[in-house]
């Protein structure tokens, strides 16, 4: 079945500064790749997402990049805000199902 | 519209009493799928509901089984509890037209506690 990988575990950045999550996955027929902030006591709430036909996707400071060659796609967060600290997920799926990475840990220091 | 909603938040149990979770979906929605959620295994997918049929299942054991209704709420039940089943059951719907690759939104997921 699919992997999927997601770097760092823990990322800790100054507020205004840009924040980057990286995934890779390993199986070529995974076509969607949805990201999702989870914030404590929560369910993860989908903040972007990025299909196999696009290289890359913005909404506001928030963009997804996708190497289908390489097999891995990234989160770009911008202008950094302290309530962006949450965890964050990313996703594949290959249509049956859908395979989360590990999250990341984002803390926003004032 | 309302998001998905879950019931109970909260919920304890003893080791082998069994427990039944359930799930609204977003309305509209045909599709529903579970997941458990724990600091050691992150987001595992137990199973997908679509139309009332199990469309997808994940690695889970028997023990763990679901259902889903002709309104698309559904319910997940797993038997003979054991502390391994401490986690966040999260619920997630999806229009799932194409099929489970289209946009899942989460609900707030049933806290589990086992003692």
């Known amino acids: 079945g699919e992997n999927v990988e997601q770097h760092p575990s823990t990322l800790s950045v100054q507020e205004g500064d840009s924040a980057v999550i990286k995934c890779t996955y390993s199986?070529?027929?995974?076509?969607?790749f949805p990201w999702y902030k989870q914030e404590l006591g929560k369910g993860p709430q989908l903040i972007i997402d990025i299909r196999s036909n696009v290289g890359e996707k913005k909404d506001q400071r928030i963009a997804v990049t996708l190497n289908k060659t390489a097999k891995h796609f990234s989160l770009h967060i911008t202008e950094t805000q302290p309530e962006d600290s949450a965890v964050y997920f990313c996703a594949a799926s290959p249509g049956n199902q859908f395979y989360f990475g590990t999250g990341t840990s984002l803390t926003v220091i004032p | 519209k309302a998001g998905v909603t879950q019931t109970p938040r909260y919920l304890i149990k003893t080791r082998g009493q069994q427990v039944t979770l359930s799930c609204s979906p977003i309305s509209g929605h045909r599709s529903v799928s579970w997941y458990q959620q724990t600091p050691g295994q992150g987001l595992q997918f137990l199973f997908e509901y679509f139309s009332e049929t199990q469309r997808n299942k994940g690695n889970f054991p028997g023990r763990f089984s679901g259902r889903q209704f002709s309104n698309s709420r559904s319910e997940m039940n797993v038997s003979t509890l054991e502390l391994g089943d401490s986690a966040l059951y999260l619920c997630a719907s999806s229009l799932a037209v194409a099929g489970p690759r289209e946009t899942q939104y989460f609900g707030p997921g049933t806290r589990l506690l086992v003692l």
């Open positions: 199986d070529s027929a995974s076509n969607y």
